[in-house]
């Protein structure tokens, strides 16, 4: 036991613990520095850049480490490289660990729900504010383990650096032992300082994790997350949270769910239909074509929408509303025909030629279309009112005080103030769709989308939402264009109605007068079928 606890202090394994953390720290390094070159050449769209990094990485994923550290030590010098031993095993361990950590880069930024990253571009995010805000945080949080556990394999992979000479632990642990014949001790020391150094890694892994924890009970402590960039805490006077949620599961019913319909009357409609006939063009969709390989989704549609106006798109599953919408909003790119919104091109220069991503994004965010989806797509690492805030911060350069200021009038608007600080997955259905709406009319948009609002939404909470999207048609006069299934619904707050089919608008016109009495056989058909499958929450 003696001799066990001599070995375990001796400076000569001592010091080989140094040069093993040296070579560990320089293939781990380099390797994340390498793994980012390989994995942005992965993620490229330039396809040479792509098949690079994949040849690169069957390579070194494909050959022994020990063989790299022997060519990286013996062959450079061939071409007039010369490196020290340690840092040729560094060198070999960083270019070995580098396709390992690319593909774990490359993993966590697939892992982010696309939906967030279309969310993000609706809103007006350049790629690298989406990379930044968006995509970024989510994906080192759940890279963590996998860092760790590439940590420790460096830390043992190490170990093969002796076959270039390199006096590490385990080269002198083999000598030492070799000189004395007590192998059992020293070797069993050995083992144990390696134990002791990859049960380091593993506890700075899960303190990382225990940190970044946004569901984690929140005390006094200031956590690692609010100092990231992402995070929109103050630093200075850090408010108190309450998660309702973690405390109570029921969600809460916000009080608009129970206020009497909004619907216009006749003499109102007549009005407003007047008053919105002599306003300026808000979107214009000329001959627009879409195709999806041979299947034609939109084949040859025009659609006018003026200032003020709510038009309610109808039409079975597949019938080009959603495409629609994606392409008003240039989320989406089309073969042929134009697409105008407040006169401006979107998408395109003044000669006709496509804009990169990052300029559509800027005039996304001039132009003003917001979007809501059916899935929501909230920023499932930030708060109710973060998702509102963020997106004014990184993309209309609003100060802290007024963006957060701006998300907790909308919160109020929508029944959510006392939900500010929950994040997505702590809100229901309902609750989700009222953030993503906010959310949307926070930069004060010239025209809102809205893409089957409630077609992920259980039958008791569609209400709630619809009944915001009243009031904003009704009272804030918004210019809205909604692809919906709710007949009731669209007949009370829709100006106009226009029912697609095979990617073209069949019929169109003032929404009573189309839901009681269509021309066309197709949406007379459609609108029977919805009367027969109406659902409760459609009845008021």
Known sequence: MSLFLHYLSMPYLLEGIELTLEVTALGLGGGLILGLILAGMQLSRFWPLAAIARAYTVIFRGTP?????????????????????????????????????????????????????????????TPSVLMRRVIAP????????????????????SSLASVVAVQELTLRSTQLASSTFDFFSIFFASGLLYLVLTATISGIQLFAEWLLDLDRAKGRERKLADYLPWRRVELVTKPEHTDATALDPEPVQAELTDTPPLALTREERARRTATIARNNVAVEAKALTKSYGPQKVLDGLDLTVRVGEVVALLGPSGSGKSTLLRCINHLENWDAGTVRVGGRRLGFSEDGKPLSPRAIANERASVGVGMVFQQFNLFAHLSAKENIAGPL??????????????????????????????????????????????????PNPSVLLLDEPTSALDPELVNEVLEVIRRLAIDDGLTMIISTHQIRFADEVADRVAFLSGGAIIEEGPAHEVLSNPRNALTARFLSVMEADKTPEAVR
């Open 65 to 125: 480490l020990i063989l790299q550290m022997v060519f990286a030590y013996d062959a450079l010098p061939h071409i007039g490289i010369k490196l020290p031993a340690v840092l040729a095993a560094g060198l070999a361990l960083a270019c070995n660990e580098a396709p390992f950590i690319a593909e774990m880069l490359r993993a966590g930024v697939l892992g982010v729900d696309r939906g967030q990253v279309t969310a993000g571009q609706a809103l007006g995010m």
């Open 393 to 442: 911060r990184w993309v209309h350069g609003m100060t802290r005080i007024d963006a957060d200021r701006r998300a907790s009038e909308l919160l109020d608007r929508v029944g959510l103030a006392h939900r500010a600080d929950a994040l997505p997955r702590h809100l229901s259905g309902g609750q989700q769709q009222r953030v993503a709406i906010a959310r949307a009319l926070a």
């Open 138 to 157: 989510q994906a080192i949080r759940t890279m963590i383990p996998a860092f760790g556990n590439e940590a420790v394999s460096a830390l043992k992979n």
